[in-house]
């Protein structure tokens, strides 16, 4: 599996934007890029996800880089329940009846929010 | 909303005991995921099922552990026997997929286990 580089831990001022980088020298070019986040003493929830082009939802952006090799998820206004380890994970898109569903969590980015 | 349901929400038990763990996914999700989360490990996969069936165990120790979907809208995971080392925060998922891997998987509260 292609294997993603976040950085352990990053600061952030509540009501600031936050962008929280991910590097995938190593995605081919059919793996989706996933965001997962979880909240203390909770379990992971969905972020977001792109294949190419930007996304944007009601929670988040992810700006992907043109080659594909990092990407950034961008919380606009962070607050302090944004406060969460946040996951870059890739999943391959299998045309199949056996996608690949399949998570693989990494250490992730702990994001600390300060009031 | 629909959410995935996990019981117990804790559950403390010495060595050698059995543990069993459920999971109710969100109706109409046809895959059903256990993960285990620790300190030193992270989180990691243990086993899955797509429409009751399993698809991938792999990530599981064979010897102690055993997962099942008697139905639908039931998962379990038993240890038996429990060990110190099995001390950890054991999550559900579910999701549905069809021919493709962009869809999102949903995750319970998780299941706190001590095993003393």
């Known amino acids: 599996d292609a294997k993603t580089t976040q950085p352990n831990s990053m600061e952030s001022n509540e009501e600031e934007p936050v962008h929280l980088p991910c590097n995938h020298s190593?995605?081919?070019?059919?793996?989706?890029i996933h965001w997962y986040r979880q909240l203390p003493s909770q379990g992971p929830e969905y972020v977001i996800h792109g294949l190419t082009s930007n996304v944007n939802n009601r929670m988040a952006s992810l700006a992907i880089a043109e080659d594909r090799k990092s990407s950034t998820l961008i919380l606009h206004r962070a607050t302090l329940r944004d406060a969460a380890v946040y996951y870059c994970i890739l999943r391959g898109y299998v045309i199949s009846n056996f996608g690949n569903e399949k998570l693989t969590f990494g250490t992730g980015t702990r994001l600390t929010i300060i009031p | 909303d629909a959410r995935v349901t996990q019981t117990p929400r804790h559950k403390v038990t010495e060595m050698g005991q059995e543990v069993t763990m459920r999971c109710q996914p969100i109706?109409?999700?046809?895959?059903v995921f256990w993960y285990r989360q620790t300190m030193m490990q992270g989180l990691e996969l243990l086993a899955y099922f797509r429409n009751r069936a399993p698809l991938d165990d792999s990530g599981m120790p064979k010897d102690r552990f055993s997962a099942e979907m008697p139905d639908a809208t039931l998962a379990t995971l038993k240890i038996q026997p429990s060990e110190p080392r099995d001390s950890a925060v054991y999550f559900c998922?579910?999701?549905?997929?069809?021919?493709?891997?962009?869809?999102?998987?949903?995750f319970g509260p998780g299941t706190r286990l001590t095993v003393l």
């Open positions: 190593t995605i081919s070019g059919t793996d989706y």
């Open positions: 109706l109409g999700h046809n895959t």
């Open positions: 998922a579910s999701g549905f997929y069809y021919r493709s891997s962009t869809d999102t998987q949903y």
